[in-house]
Every structure is written in structure tokens, then in C-alpha cells.
């Protein structure tokens, strides 16, 4: 008669195996989370800091006396509502139309059977490669031709449609069954209804990713609106603080850490809550 050998032991055993393969693993994460979250955590503990503080070394990590006086500076010093209100107005437009706009070109481009398709397709992959900058004087020539410079137009309209986002979404909706669409075009449903209908729902995920991913982009734009907008009631939060942030012999560096603490909320809390959709959405997109 053999005895069994217990089963328990082993599993132990396979199981210590296994976290001790996976623990460079885990070391390299933990590393790679201290690098990307610490100068976010030493943004935030040092906009509470009094200016000597900030400015004293070797510097200090956590502050030694509490401060809210750079918020309330910010708030004093800036119009603060007022760019606030611009940033957000900018970067909601731009968002929106990205995901309105370029959602429908990325639908034509996938599911629609027109003359040219491949090519337009082609100039939206060439769009990719062409750096910003070599763009940036050509965009701003025709904004200024148009009369379109110190306006919300200005801010908004070159960037409404992002090479991108058209890209990213047609990759989903690619995926998206034949069969599908073809029954609603049999039961009558027009174009516009099956892309309102049936396609967007189903690219939810995909537009939570272009959602974001182009809102951090128009929220964080520095050098477009800096050029675009000339006058105090067009700056954008980022342009009002670079402005009234340095003078002309010393930065103030605690109402910068305090007006950079502001700008960054913003985006953390629009990732966070859409952060399961745009996991969902790149790793979906990787498979089309």
C-alpha cells in the first residue's frame, strides 16, 4: 500500500516559490510607483510650506509648519475664476468635439465603403508622424488670417479633430461585427442612428481614452494659448501662472507648487473616475 504524499506541504512550498520569482518583479513596480508618485506627493506637501522653507537645504519632506497662505495668495494675486473658467471651457470643447468628431471619421473610415477611404486613412497616419512644432506657425498663419487670434475659436478649433483620437477609435470600432451593422441597415436604421445607436455605446471604453488622454492635452497646453491668447480675460490657468508666478528676479515658488496643485486636480479626478474605462479601452484597442 503507498502512502499519498500531503498535499498541503507542497502547494506551501510551489506557492513561496512563486512570490520569491515574482518579487524583483514587484521591487521594479514599487520602484517605477516612487518615481512617478513622488514628485506629485512633494508638489503637495510643499505648496503648504512657507517660501524659506521651500527654498532651504538640503530641502525637507515634510513641512515643519502648515501654510494654506500660497493658496490664498493664488486666489488673491490671480483672476483665479476667470482662467479657471477658460482652462475648463478650452478643455471641455476640445474634448467633446474630439469625441464627437473624430468618433464619426473613425466610424467612416472603418465602416463605411467610400472612394478614397485608404487614402484618407493614410493622411490620418501621416498626421501622426508630423512632429506639433513643424505645424505650430502654419496653424497659427491661418487662425491669424482668419481673425480667430485672441478668441475661443482660436484656442479651440486646431485642435477639435486629433489624428489620434481618429486613430485610436477607428482601431475599435474596426472590431466591431459586420454582421451587426448590416441588420440595422436591414431593419431600416439610417447611418447616423446605427453610429448613435449601436456604435457608441459599444465604444464606450475607447472614447473614455480619447476623453482623457485629449483633455490632459488641452488642459496642460502651455505654448498654443500662451501665442493665441492676448489679453488677461483669454489666459488659461497654465498661462496665468507662468505669468504672475515668476517676476523678473525671483520665482515664487510656493504659488507655483499651490497653482500647479490646482491645475493637476483636475485631471486626477477625471482619470479617476473613467480609469476602469480607459484600462479597458487600451487593452482593447491593442487587440483590434
Known amino acids: 500500500m503507498v502512502t499519498a504524499v500531503p498535499a498541503g506541504p507542497a502547494r506551501r512550498r510551489a506557492g513561496i516559490a512563486r512570490r520569491w520569482r515574482a518579487a524583483p518583479v514587484y521591487a521594479a513596480l514599487s520602484v517605477g510607483l516612487v518615481v512617478m508618485v513622488g514628485p506629485f506627493a512633494w508638489m503637495l506637501l510643499s505648496s ?10 538640503p530641502p525637507t519632506w515634510l513641512p515643519e509648519t502648515v501654510t494654506w497662505e500660497n493658496y490664498a495668495e493664488l486666489l488673491a494675486r490671480l483672476d483665479f475664476p476667470t482662467f479657471f473658467g477658460n482652462s475648463a471651457l478650452v478643455a471641455a470643447l476640445v474634448t467633446t468635439g474630439n469625441v464627437v468628431l473624430a468618433s464619426m471619421v473613425a466610424y467612416a473610415l472603418a465602416k463605411l465603403d467610400f472612394p478614397g477611404r485608404r487614402v484618407v486613412f493614410a493622411l490620418v497616419l501621416a498626421t501622426l508622424m508630423v512632429p506639433g512644432m513643424v505645424l505650430f ?3 497659427f498663419v491661418l487662425v491669424a488670417n482668419l481673425g480667430l487670434v485672441d478668441t475661443y475659436a482660436g484656442l479651440v478649433l486646431p485642435f477639435l479633430v486629433q489624428p489620434l483620437a481618429v486613430f485610436l477609435l477607428r482601431q475599435f470600432i474596426v472590431g466591431i461585427p459586420d454582421e451587426l451593422l448590416e441588420a440595422a441597415r436591414i431593419d431600416g436604421a439610417s447611418e447616423l442612428r446605427i ?8 465604444c464606450r471604453p475607447a472614447l473614455a481614452t480619447v476623453a482623457i ?10 505654448l498654443w494659448p500662451l501665442v493665441v491668447a492676448q489679453s488677461e480675460d483669454r489666459y488659461t490657468l497654465p498661462i496665468a501662472l507662468a505669468l504672475y508666478a515668476t517676476g523678473q528676479n525671483q520665482t515664487d515658488f510656493g504659488l507655483l507648487l499651490a497653482g500647479a496643485t490646482v491645475v493637476v486636480t483636475p485631471v486626477v479626478v477625471v482619470f479617476l473616475l473613467v480609469q476602469r474605462h480607459i484600462t479597458q479601452g487600451i487593452a482593447m484597442t491593442g487587440f483590434k
Open 48 to 57: 503648504v510650506k512657507p517660501e524659506r522653507e521651500i527654498r532651504r537645504l
Open 137 to 139: 506657425i502654419p496653424q
Open 195 to 202: 453610429y448613435a445607436q449601436i456604435v457608441v455605446p459599444l
Open 213 to 222: 488622454l485629449v483633455f490632459l492635452g488641452s488642459w496642460n497646453n502651455f
